[in-house]
């Protein structure tokens, strides 16, 4: 498993070498896009609107839009400076509290975290305490360049960072519109709706949920690659080096011509009457 990120958990003046793993993948199926006409793929390229040409990396800087149209442009050795001394610090427990006290909508990815060299008492320790108590940690921590609000846990015996949302990056539920205040309900209605989820009740078994749509997708994939429904795009001609020269070349040569001064020929018959 790919090892992410390398650190330092600590709580109090224990501390556990620990690797971090993506716990999670994404197995959406992606669609590429192709001209319609010549059935290749579409370019997407990075182009400036002023200068109207086409943009390299290199030319590219990072910066800050405070106002419409006025930017703080940020060096990336000053984003390294501050990665960098964010990354060297451990990532401290903060505090610990019950899982149940967080509502699912701050969670965002999880990851696995297996111990570094040495660190396995320590992880075990952990894992141990957080069981027992029944606890999770609050911690930060960065993640790819931006600083994580996080919590670990354990799941399936093994120490789990799970990516939280901060409070203000939670949109207001005040700001969600067409939400009904109150609304009268019939007794019966209810009952008939709390009847129905009891009865629909059952031990929560991950196993059992499948993506139907991305796997008709892949049915539908294999059966036209398998019927030859397929295509081919178009790749782009490689100048041949050979042939552009020789273009290069009689082009130069019939342009010679054409620039060439024509020489006129000399007229001999005044000579010839002085001779005879």
């Known amino acids: 498993m790919h090892t992410m990120w390398k650190g330092t958990?600590?709580?109090?003046?224990?501390?556990?070498?620990?690797?971090?793993?993506?716990?999670?993948?994404?197995?959406d199926i992606k669609l590429r896009?192709?001209?319609?006409?010549?059935?290749?793929?579409?370019?997407?390229?990075?182009?400036?609107?002023?200068?109207?040409k086409e943009v390299k990396?290199?030319?590219i800087v990072k910066a800050y839009e405070y106002a419409k149209n006025k930017?703080?442009?940020?060096?990336?050795?000053?984003?390294?400076?501050?990665?960098?001394?964010?990354?060297?610090?451990?990532v401290e427990i903060l505090d610990f509290v019950q899982l149940e006290d967080i509502?699912?909508?701050?969670?965002?990815?999880?990851y696995y975290l297996s111990p570094n060299e040495g660190g396995g008492k320590a992880y075990g320790l952990l894992r141990s305490a957080l069981n027992d108590t029944g606890k999770i940690g609050i911690a930060k921590m960065i993640i790819r360049a931006k600083e994580q609000l996080a919590i670990i846990r354990v799941y399936e015996n093994v120490l789990v960072v799970?990516?939280?949302?901060?409070?203000?990056?939670?949109?207001?539920?005040?700001?969600?519109?067409?939400?009904?205040?109150?609304?009268?309900?019939?007794?019966?209605?209810?009952?008939?709706?709390?009847?129905?989820?009891?009865?629909?009740?059952?031990?929560?078994?991950?196993?059992?949920?499948?993506?139907d749509y991305r796997t008709a997708l892949m049915e539908l994939i294999e059966e036209k690659k398998n019927n030859e429904q397929t295509t081919t795009g178009k790749e782009k001609a490689v100048p041949d080096n050979v042939t552009n020269l020789m273009d290069a070349l009689q082009a130069s040569l019939e342009r010679a011509k054409k620039d060439k001064?024509?020489?006129?020929?000399?007229?001999?018959?005044?000579?010839?009457?002085?001779a005879t």
């Open 9 to 27: 958990i600590s709580f109090g003046l224990v501390n556990i070498p620990v690797k971090m793993h993506a716990a999670t993948e994404n197995k």
């Open 33 to 52: 896009q192709l001209h319609k006409e010549c059935k290749s793929p579409v370019k997407y390229e990075k182009v400036c609107p002023i200068c109207e």
């Open 57 to 59: 990396n290199e030319d």
């Open 71 to 90: 930017f703080v442009i940020l060096d990336e050795e000053e984003l390294e400076s501050l990665k960098k001394e964010q990354e060297d610090k451990a």
């Open 103 to 110: 509502d699912p909508i701050y969670f965002e990815k999880s």
């Open 162 to 211: 799970e990516t939280i949302h901060y409070p203000d990056e939670v949109r207001n539920v005040q700001d969600v519109p067409n939400i009904p205040e109150e609304v009268e309900i019939v007794k019966k209605e209810l009952d008939t709706a709390k009847m129905l989820i009891d009865q629909l009740t059952n031990a929560f078994e991950p196993e059992k949920y499948t993506d």
């Open 261 to 274: 001064p024509k020489q006129t020929k000399r007229k001999t018959t005044a000579k010839k009457k002085i």
